[in-house]
């Protein structure tokens, strides 16, 4: 008879390791599945950072593509403009010439 209240004392005290144990990895499971939550926001704001830095980037490239192009219209114009001020001045000048030859 003792022996039995020994071995139902050892099988309470093994059944209570053993649900101290299981709670401790239910604990561990859900602490880790939080933990890996927050490692997803994490990565998903990265993500998006990344991305937004991409986007940026790309912007700038065509920024600096359309500046260049706004350059060299503008340097064409300029062309232009003295091509026209010759070609006007040149036209005010025979006038005048024809002018005083009359």
Do not use: P, W
Request: aromatic residues 4%.
């Amino acid at each position: 008879m003792l022996i039995i209240i020994l071995l139902t004392k050892q099988v309470l005290v093994d059944l209570t390791s053993a649900k101290k144990y299981l709670e401790e990895c239910r604990n561990n499971h859900v602490s880790a599945g939080k933990d890996a939550e927050i490692k997803v926001s994490e990565a998903r704001k990265l993500s998006e950072n990344a991305n937004l830095a991409r986007e940026s980037i790309q912007a700038k490239k065509k920024f600096l593509i359309n500046k260049k192009e706004l350059e060299n219209s503008y340097k064409e114009l300029q062309k232009c403009q003295r091509i026209f001020d010759m070609s006007y001045n040149e036209k005010e000048h025979r006038a005048s010439r024809a002018q005083l030859d009359s």
